[in-house]
């Protein structure tokens, strides 16, 4: 073979060692398959959740030791993970105890990594569902279970963030060896926590949220207040504005779980629409989602409080065949289980 022919076979014997390391290293995505999602407004003094869907995002590379890695907020506790019917793993690594915060952090111990926490938060580890995590897979959804503790330490209207990152602790082998093939990170997903004291919810039995017109047809409306876990709220407004296409049924509004006297407040007449309010003296929170709960009957009549046909009303304007209603609303006092104060008025919700 001639010299220049010997040369040029040689560099490509030569670039073709090069090549071959770099194509067998695999390039497995981390990431999350929808959002993470949960949390937000939650009760104080409650457990709370969040789930997320670790998923391999890259098309054709598998990743090995699929983890979390959660950075939970102040005033939260992370207690335990579940996939499916299993528990996984939860590794608490550390908290910040330093008013101005941990800006050198904790030591992930599975990426080797640094991660920087304000006051309070805590670093925690959440093993995987699997060994390895393939692009074919359906994403796997981990339900992560919190607890939120009181005023003292989540102040109530304040928002504080989760911070969740998947991680291939293995990266792109099954091998642990961080050295040639180190843990490959994805990105960080914040979850926003805001401790309060109620949570109120509103619903209608009416089959396919349909109703005929007449009292003959009268549907049943539900108001539930949820109060959080040991908190006493006094002079607790629970009621709803009607349209003027809903009529009252007299005598129908019935309250439960006030373990004081009732007080109408508000009662609506003889025409449609009008305002519906029953004020509880007081109340306590308990772990059930149905502290305080208001019915009552109404139904749709021929005309609205301007003579009008209601049908026709509802058709002109494009609604659904039920009148849409108010989303309800109540006002309270709170006086908090630690503070024995007077009670204090607090916002219209």
């Known amino acids: 073979m001639p010299v220049s022919a010997r040369r040029y076979a040689g560099l490509a014997l030569l670039g073709l060692a090069v090549l071959l390391p ?3 290293l695999a390039a497995p995505v981390p990431g999350f398959t929808p959002a993470p999602a949960g949390a ?3 009760l104080t003094n409650e457990p709370y959740t969040a789930q997320a869907c670790f998923d391999n995002l890259s098309p054709t590379d598998t990743g090995y030791q699929p983890k979390y890695q959660v950075v939970v907020p102040p005033g939260s506790t992370l207690n335990s993970a579940h996939y499916l019917s299993f528990n996984l793993p939860v590794q608490a690594i550390g908290t910040c105890n330093l008013a101005g915060g941990c800006p050198t952090g904790f030591v992930n111990p599975a990426t080797g990594a640094t991660v920087p926490l304000q006051f309070g938060e805590t670093l925690v580890l959440v093993g995987g569902s699997s060994g390895s995590f393939a692009p074919a897979q359906p994403p796997a959804c981990v339900s992560l279970s919190f607890g939120l503790g009181d005023a003292t330490v989540a102040p109530l209207g304040v928002t504080r963030n989760i911070a969740i990152t998947p991680f291939f602790a293995f990266g792109a082998d099954a091998l642990d060896n961080p050295q040639s093939d180190p843990p490959i990170v994805g990105s960080p997903t914040t979850l926003g926590v805001t401790p309060s004291v109620i949570r109120l ?11 005929a017109t007449g009292p003959n047809y009268p549907r049943s409306f539900t108001l539930t207040l949820d109060i959080a876990n040991a908190q006493t709220l ?7 504005v009607l349209p003027d296409t809903l009529r009252y049924v007299a005598g129908s509004a019935v309250v439960t779980g006030c373990p004081g006297p009732v007080e109408s407040v508000a009662t609506p007449g003889a025409t449609p629409g009008g305002t519906l309010a029953r004020r509880c003296a007081t ?18 009549p021929q005309n609205d409080a301007s003579a009008r046909p209601s049908s026709h009303r509802r058709r002109r304007a494009g609604r659904s065949r039920t009148p849409a209603l108010s989303p309800g609303s109540t006002t309270r006092r709170t006086r908090p289980r630690r503070d024995r104060s007077e009670p ?4 219209r919700r």
């Open 283 to 300: 109340d306590t929170g308990t772990t059930a989602g149905d502290d305080l709960v208001l019915t009552f009957q109404a139904y749709v």
């Open 40 to 42: 937000g407004a939650v």
């Open 234 to 240: 006094s002079a607790i407004d629970l009621g709803d």
């Open 201 to 211: 919810t509103k619903a209608i039995a009416a089959p396919e949220n349909e109703t």
């Open 22 to 24: 770099v194509a067998a």
């Open 344 to 347: 204090r008025p607090t916002r």
